[in-house]
């Protein structure tokens, strides 16, 4: 039997837009690691195109939902999952990124029985840094970090979940209780309802390197590596004006490592130095490889209905581009 969510199951198969769901990405994730919206690999009808694809939550408006998705076409940089097809104006709402076998980081975490290594843990931190300063510079704020934002592939990180928080609920209306938004990753000032900025990715970033180092994203600080614990301090810090800036963060992170990968006009990457051989541990790898193969021989029905008793799937829709 493989790890949770790292196999398909096509029980209770199901219709979004024009593709069938193959498996859901977050079986077997804890409730205490809440996802942003609900997440599914899913293949075309014709079987040459798989997808991450993504619906909201019931208590997410549709439209809000589906305008972070269509911004979120937009995002540059090699650590991070943008849309590529939304559903048309009408639809029901949904959206797909390009599959990429991979698991959220609280089923990694499952899979790897514990905390990460710390080398694996700076890692994230670089990349993930590295990929928020470009939307920066995008003048974006992503506003959607959190544990099971993050998907670890086998060559590094993807970041998704873009603008889970704008989504939630808007500006001006308190977040603190808002299902699917992690209490741990949510900046404070967003919590109370302020807009998102640059300095609230820092602090969710904060608490997801924590998260990663630890199984808390709000852990005592005697909890964290030692190596790691003045830096995570100051970006869970409750004043934005005390977090770290990303570059410095970056520096902290990454120490003297620099690496002669450039990506278009950006400087040379220092998450490339750390995302070589042995960065992540063996049995992430594993399980990352099995469920690769095993969404690749999954074999559905032409045409899925629901078994008795399961509720009706979302209509068939077809994405007009």
């Excluded at 029905?301 to 009706?312: D, H, K, M, N, Q």
């Amino acid at each position: 039997m493989g790890a949770p969510g790292t196999g398909p199951s096509t029980r209770g198969t199901r219709q979004i837009g024009p593709y069938t769901v193959v498996t859901r990405l977050d079986t077997g994730a804890s409730k205490q690691t809440p996802v942003p919206e609900h997440r599914f690999i899913a293949r075309s009808a014709d079987g040459d195109r798989t997808v991450l694809l993504s619906s909201p939550l019931a208590t997410v408006d549709p439209q809000r939902f589906m305008a972070e998705a269509d911004a979120s076409r937009y995002l540059l940089g090699s650590w991070v999952l943008p849309a590529v097809e939304l559903a048309a104006p009408g639809q029901q709402p949904w959206h797909a990124r390009p599959y990429v076998p991979a698991l959220p980081l609280p089923i990694a975490l499952t899979v790897h029985g514990g905390p990460l290594p710390e080398r694996t843990v700076r890692a994230l931190g670089v990349a993930l840094a590295e990929n928020l300063a470009i939307m920066h510079g995008q003048n974006l704020t992503h506003a959607g970090l959190c544990p099971s934002a993050v998907l670890i592939a086998a060559d590094g990180p993807r970041l998704t979940c873009f603008g889970a928080v704008r989504a939630a609920a808007p500006d001006g209306a308190a977040r603190q209780e808002v299902p699917g938004l992690d209490p741990g990753s949510l900046p404070p000032e967003q919590a109370t309802g302020g807009q998102p900025r640059p300095l609230g990715d820092v602090y969710a970033l904060g608490a997801t390197l924590a998260y990663a180092a630890t199984g808390y994203t709000m852990p005592e600080r005697g909890e964290l590596p030692s190596t790691l614990r003045s830096l995570v301090s100051r970006c869970l810090s409750r004043d934005p004006a005390q977090r770290p800036q990303l570059a410095k963060l970056i520096d902290e992170l990454a120490g003297g490592s620099l690496s002669d990968v450039t990506v278009g006009f950006a400087p040379p990457s220092r998450a490339a130095a750390f995302l070589g051989p042995g960065w992540l541990p063996a049995r992430l790898v594993a399980a990352i490889v099995h469920q690769s193969a095993s969404v690749l021989a999954a074999e559905l029905p032409v045409e899925a209905g629901p078994p008795s008793g399961v509720p009706s799937p979302v209509p068939v829709s077809h994405s007009s581009h």
